[in-house]
């Protein structure tokens, strides 16, 4: 789309999104998604244009059943398919595993707050550090890439507020050299832009270059405030799922994710238009509608209004 079409082009820059449904997205819901389900919304959300997905978690299927067929998800794709899927790991050996079922693509993930990491992967945020070159060795060894994923960077759900130089000490550990990502996560969906615009700034200007991955959650209604902060801020990628789906198990209070319907209603990227975004509604209408789960976002709801003028809105069938 041109300037006109898509004012909000020269602010954005080339900021892709990230649909973390299949793995973010589904940690709360109470239905699994069968193998084959999840390989064909990988697939339609490729041949529609999203940029990146991520398509599963490491997690134990003990602690996170609706994770338990992801290795079996990517041993289902192509290598081009895999390109551009992301993988949620948390240790060396989820790596591992991962690497030898395809994954080439790694978000290494701990959290600010040690209390939050002993809860979500149980152990210290310093011990996760401790093992990070290892699973950056993995990575490289295969040729792939691995984000390092910093979870609570602004609240914790047992500890409050998350000082910034805490999230900054983590950014400049040398123990996350060689990961090509840092991705700054608002779990509990508590942060407001200001604070937003100010981490990822600091994070750009204050910490090795890396691209800079915003994850949101829209817990108190600013999610796509949030994360257009983020953009104007500096960051080239950014989450979301689809109809707000999602958080996480182990942190109370959070909700779901920032709706990628929404995210990209806001952005506009060169390959949307009304058409590919009414079939990302409707994907997401019908997964949804098997999962039991509602659906948050706004523009899904503005695509089903009556204002039949207004291009974005679907047909009536």
């Given at each position: 789309?041109?300037?006109?079409?898509?004012?909000?082009?020269?602010?954005?820059?080339?900021?892709?999104?990230?649909?973390?449904?299949?793995?973010?997205?589904?940690?709360?819901?109470?239905?699994?998604?069968?193998?084959?389900?999840?390989?064909?919304?990988?697939?339609?959300?490729?041949?529609?244009?999203?940029?990146?997905?991520?398509?599963?978690?490491?997690?134990?299927?003990?602690?996170?059943?609706?994770?338990?067929?992801t290795?079996?998800?990517?041993?289902?794709?192509?290598?081009?398919?895999?390109?551009?899927?992301?993988?949620?790991?948390?240790?060396?050996?989820?790596?591992?595993?991962?690497?030898?079922?395809?994954?080439?693509?790694?978000?290494?993930?701990?959290?600010?707050?040690?209390?939050?990491?002993?809860?979500?992967?149980?152990?210290?945020?310093d011990?996760?550090?401790?093992?990070?070159?290892?699973?950056?060795?993995?990575?490289?060894?295969?040729?792939?890439?691995?984000?390092?994923?910093?979870?609570?960077?602004?609240?914790?759900?047992f500890?409050?507020?998350?000082?910034?130089?805490?999230?900054?000490?983590?950014?400049?550990?040398?123990?996350?050299?060689?990961?090509?990502?840092?991705?700054?996560?608002?779990?509990?969906?508590?942060?407001?832009?200001?604070?937003?615009?100010?981490?990822?700034?600091?994070?750009?200007?204050?910490?090795?270059a890396?691209?800079?991955?915003?994850?949101?959650?829209?817990?108190w209604?600013?999610?796509?405030?949030?994360?257009l902060?983020?953009?104007?801020?500096?960051?080239a990628m950014?989450?979301?799922?689809?109809?707000?789906?999602?958080?996480?198990?182990?942190?109370?209070g959070?909700?779901?994710?920032?709706?990628?319907?929404?995210?990209?209603?806001?952005?506009?990227?060169?390959?949307?238009?009304?058409?590919?975004?009414?079939?990302?509604?409707?994907?997401?209408?019908?997964?949804?509608?098997?999962?039991g789960?509602?659906?948050?976002?706004?523009?899904?709801?503005?695509?089903?209004?009556?204002?039949?003028?207004?291009e974005w809105?679907?047909?009536?069938?």
């Open positions: 789309m041109n300037g006109i079409d898509n004012p909000l082009s020269s602010t954005l820059g080339n900021a892709i999104l990230r649909d973390v449904t299949l793995r973010d997205g589904l940690q709360l819901t109470g239905k699994i998604l069968p193998t084959e389900r999840k390989i064909e919304t990988v697939r339609e959300l490729l041949r529609l244009g999203v940029p990146a997905i991520e398509l599963g978690s490491m997690a134990r299927a003990d602690l996170v059943p609706t994770m338990a067929n290795l079996e998800v990517v041993q289902a794709l192509t290598a081009d398919e895999l390109e551009r899927c992301w993988i949620w790991v948390a240790t060396p050996g989820h790596v591992a595993k991962a690497s030898a079922a395809g994954a080439r693509n790694f978000q290494y993930c701990l959290s600010a707050s040690d209390s939050h990491n002993k809860a979500n992967i149980g152990r210290t945020t011990q996760s550090l401790d093992a990070l070159p290892e699973a950056v060795e993995l990575a490289q060894s295969v040729g792939g890439k691995i984000q390092l994923c910093i979870a609570t960077s602004f609240t914790c759900p500890e409050g507020y998350v000082p910034e130089e805490r999230v900054l000490s983590i950014a400049n550990d040398p123990r996350a050299a060689g990961t090509t990502d840092i991705v700054i996560c608002d779990t509990l969906g508590q942060a407001v832009p200001a604070q937003v615009s100010q981490l990822i700034t600091r994070v750009r200007n204050e910490s090795p890396r691209r800079i991955v915003y994850h949101g959650h829209d817990t209604g600013l999610g796509v405030a949030n994360t902060a983020a953009i104007q801020a500096g960051a950014v989450d979301g799922a689809l109809g707000g789906l999602g958080g996480c198990p182990f942190a109370p959070a909700s779901g994710n920032t709706s990628s319907e929404d995210i990209l209603f806001a952005t506009r990227p060169g390959w949307l238009n009304p058409e590919v975004f009414g079939a990302l509604v409707h994907l997401s209408g019908k997964l949804l509608e098997e999962l789960e509602p659906n948050r976002s706004k523009a899904a709801q503005g695509a089903h209004s009556k204002a039949a003028a207004f809105v679907m047909p009536v069938l």
